[in-house]
């Protein structure tokens, strides 16, 4: 035994341990941030990081996640957080698996005192922006649209011209573009037509035709020789009349393709029209519409909050999961490694289950349980469940239960979000001109239910006010008709009941909004607004009209005439292959009547010469 | 180059030297295990703690673990199919997923199929290679040392000043 090499050990091992346990805080704190930032494509920060080498125990004062859309804010933040990692998966195959994580002073959409830009390191971009992604698009643009109608300001005396010089009318530009791309194509096939050996073809096989002259073969043989030649001159000739139908073919194909579909000026000027109206602020006044006027702004725009907040998740989720899939190549000097149990087939990471609580931007003290967050489902087998609730002293209450699950081929997500007993003092239901009161009482219910699987879309959003009285009297005196019309129809009301509908069942994305007060609302508009509305609507298509007169007849008169240019190109074509096909015709029967002649003639001399008959 | 020099200077003093035979052959045996097995394996852990607490030669252990370094590198391909026959041995399955559920043996990394395959052919080649071993050392302090103290090589060696200050050093630090 050597004293000195054991003291050697022992010392070691007390400087490996000494440097561990000094130096991992930094250096798992920097680590995490940097793996999570790359993951979260924007700053993630940990303050007051300690981590414990002895019982492997995680623990920070503030965690924030910086929004990648707006720097400046954080998805969501929280207070002092712990947990412990389990041992063995963390150190036989660098997995964190923790059981129970406390996680307090929870809460989202946060403001940062520092931007959370992150330089991302070279990696690939996903190809796709997500499905989800594209529905919260929708949604955002429906709830902006919505805001941007303006009921009471219909005048009749609208300024066309001014509204005109505001909207950069598309359609002339595009009806130019395409008869430039019309012209393009013609001049292709124009030089299509010119180019074709079928012309230089044709006039070859009229010389061989021409070279033929029946009246000079004196003999049988060189008769049947002639037919042959003119048997196969007349499958040249039918090759050239395939050549010639398919160039026609292609060419009717290319000209009728949709890109030169006259069809779509037609929409490109209703386009236009609508553009028109959207700047004027010109609403459709339509009752399936009026809904989604009145509440469209204030639900669709939560709406799209929380469906933001799903297709980040499906976003991450699908991130992760690519993580865990098994080199296919065996790296020289390392092995394959055989997995003789599914003991240690650990997700890369694993959250079992997530105490937690914070507070919602109302400042309702929030609480619950979410489990089973991990960067593989197949590997856990179980989905993201949460179940989050809050109540307070005055009857408001919240609750968020819902599933992430992407154990099957469909990622699925589904949840419920209830926030009810809210007061409505002060608040207004609506965001449009046509309800810009505030309400002196009340109480609010809303209740969302989405779900999503793969892309397929269901959502419903209730939204119920409750005991409700409208404060006119702080409005003033009413402007015109309509509102007072409109004060007179909603003054008894004190409920209302809105639902919004956001589906893709039979198709593209449908976004109904419908109320109890829809019809009162388009009784008074019918009654006063409405004539206003379609004679702006009038003048408005008209002046479109005016703008785009007569190009959509120009151009399909112009489209006419090269179709037809290149089409009596193509006649002539086929005439020439037609004639020089009647002509083979013409020659073949010539020498066969030839060819007979010839062999009777020696068949006589035969009968003449030897007394046999060979008729 | 003079410190490779001056490495198989001592070398070649340890294989004359009083250090018996069974330290030079357990120094090279240890260092062989090392050198054919994947470096960070928790067995070579082990190992290094042998050589530092034993008293074989470490300087013949880390030449041993040079040499072997090399020759796995050559060896990967047989030690990874040996690996998979081990792995695969029927007779052995239950052992193997005991010694697979017991997280103390899955740090081995024992189901991996060079771990396992190099690990095992370095036990075995043990088995020879220890008595052999010894029995060159004996024969090389009995017949060849003399022969190598006269090659040209070690005597211009030895004629160097770097060699006497060498000397001078060894004899201080005894």
Redesign the interface.
């Known amino acids: 035994m050597r004293i000195g090499g054991l003291i050697t050990v022992l010392v070691l091992a007390g400087i490996i341990f000494a440097a561990a346990f000094f130096i991992t805080d930094e250096w798992v704190e920097s680590n995490i941030e940097y793996q999570a930032s790359v993951l979260n494509e924007a700053k993630v920060e940990l303050d007051g990081f300690e981590f414990s080498l002895l019982n492997l125990q995680m623990k920070w004062d503030r965690l924030q996640v910086a929004n990648r859309n707006s720097t400046m804010e954080n998805i969501f933040e929280t207070g002092e957080t712990e947990f412990s990692m389990e041992f063995w998966p963390l150190i036989l195959g660098n997995k964190v698996i923790v059981q129970n994580v406390r996680l307090t002073g929870f809460e989202l959409a946060t403001e940062r005192e520092t931007d959370g830009y992150f330089e991302m390191p070279e990696i690939e971009e996903d190809e796709e922006p997500g499905f989800l992604y594209s529905v919260v698009k929708q949604v955002s643009g429906e709830a902006q649209k919505n805001a941007e109608v303006r009921f009471t300001d219909i005048r009749d005396d609208m300024n066309v011209d001014s509204l005109m010089a505001q909207i950069n009318l598309q359609s002339v530009d595009k009806i130019d573009s395409l008869r430039n791309g019309i012209q393009q194509n013609y001049s292709k096939w124009d030089s299509t037509f010119n180019n074709t050996p079928i012309e230089k073809e044709i006039a070859t096989a009229q010389n061989t035709i021409e070279s033929i002259k029946v009246d000079e073969i004196k003999d049988p043989k060189k008769a049947v020789e002639a037919i042959e030649n003119i048997r196969k001159l007349r499958a040249q000739v039918d090759s050239m009349k395939t050549k010639a139908d398919s160039l026609r073919n292609n060419f009717q194909q290319d000209y009728g393709s949709s890109r030169y579909d006259l069809g779509q000026v037609d929409n490109w000027i209703e386009d236009d029209f609508q553009r028109a109206l959207n700047v004027a602020q010109i609403p459709d006044l339509d009752v399936q519409n009026i809904g989604k006027a009145l509440f469209g702004q204030n639900l669709l725009g939560d709406y799209a909050v929380y469906l933001e907040y799903v297709a980040i998740a499906r976003e991450y989720g699908s991130r992760l999961i690519g993580d865990d899939e098994d080199l296919e190549e065996i790296p020289r000097y390392e092995g394959l490694d055989y997995e003789f149990s599914d003991k240690y087939d650990w997700p890369g990471f694993w959250f079992k289950n997530i105490e937690l609580s914070g507070r919602t931007k109302s400042e309702l003290g929030i609480s619950g349980v979410v489990t089973n967050i991990s960067s593989n489902q197949e590997k856990t087998g179980e989905p993201v469940l949460f179940e989050l609730g809050a109540e307070d002293e005055n009857q408001v209450s919240l609750s968020l239960n819902g599933e992430f699950n992407y154990l099957e081929e469909s990622p699925r997500e589904s949840f419920n979000f209830n926030y009810a007993g809210f007061t409505l003092s002060e608040a207004r239901l609506s965001g449009s001109d046509l309800l810009p009161y505030e309400l002196e009482s009340g109480k609010g219910e809303l209740n969302l239910n989405l779900d999503i699987v793969d892309r397929r879309i269901e959502s419903r959003i209730d939204y119920l006010a409750t005991g409700i009285s409208f404060d006119f009297e702080a409005a003033g005196e009413p402007k015109n008709r309509v509102e007072s019309l409109i004060r007179n129809a909603i003054g008894s009301t004190d409920n209302v009941d809105v639902t919004a509908l956001v589906d893709n069942i039979e198709g593209p994305l449908r976004v109904r909004v419908r109320s109890n007060v829809d019809d009162l609302f388009m009784n008074a508009l019918r009654q006063t607004i409405s004539q206003e509305v379609e004679n702006a609507k009038r003048k408005i298509e008209a002046e479109v009209e005016k703008q785009v007169d007569g190009k959509k007849e120009q151009l399909a008169e112009f489209k006419q005439e090269k179709e037809a240019e290149i089409q009596a190109r193509y006649d002539e074509l086929q005439a020439k292959v037609d004639e020089q096909l009647a002509r083979i015709e013409e020659k073949r029967e010539e020498l066969e009547e030839k060819k007979k002649e010839l062999e009777d003639e020696l068949k006589n001399r035969v009968r003449d010469r030897i007394g046999i008959d060979f008729k | 180059m003079f410190l490779i020099m001056r490495y198989f200077a001592k070398l070649l003093k340890a294989l004359a030297s009083e250090a018996s035979p069974g330290q030079i052959a357990g120094g090279i045996i240890l260092g062989m295990i090392i050198g054919l097995t994947?470096f960070f394996s928790l067995h070579n852990l082990l190992i290094v703690?042998l050589?530092?607490?034993?008293?074989v030669n470490i300087g013949m252990a880390l030449f041993s673990f040079a040499v072997f370094s090399g020759v796995?590198?050559l060896a990967?391909p047989i030690?990874?199919s040996f690996?998979?026959w081990l792995?695969e041995l029927e007779s052995m399955?239950q052992t193997?997923?005991n010694m697979?559920?017991s997280?103390w043996w899955?740090?081995t990394?024992f189901?991996?199929?060079?771990?396992i395959?190099s690990f095992v052919t370095a036990l075995i080649l043990c088995i020879p290679a220890f008595p052999l071993l010894k029995y060159g050392v004996v024969q090389y302090r009995k017949h060849i040392h003399a022969k190598v103290q006269k090659w040209k090589v070690v005597q211009a060696f030895k004629s160097t000043k770097f060699y006497s200050i060498y000397q001078t050093v060894s004899r201080v630090r005894g």
């Open positions: 994947p703690v050589i530092l607490v034993l008293k796995a590198y990967d030690f990874h690996g998979i792995l399955q193997w997923t697979y559920n997280e899955a740090l990394k189901y991996n199929t060079v771990v395959g």
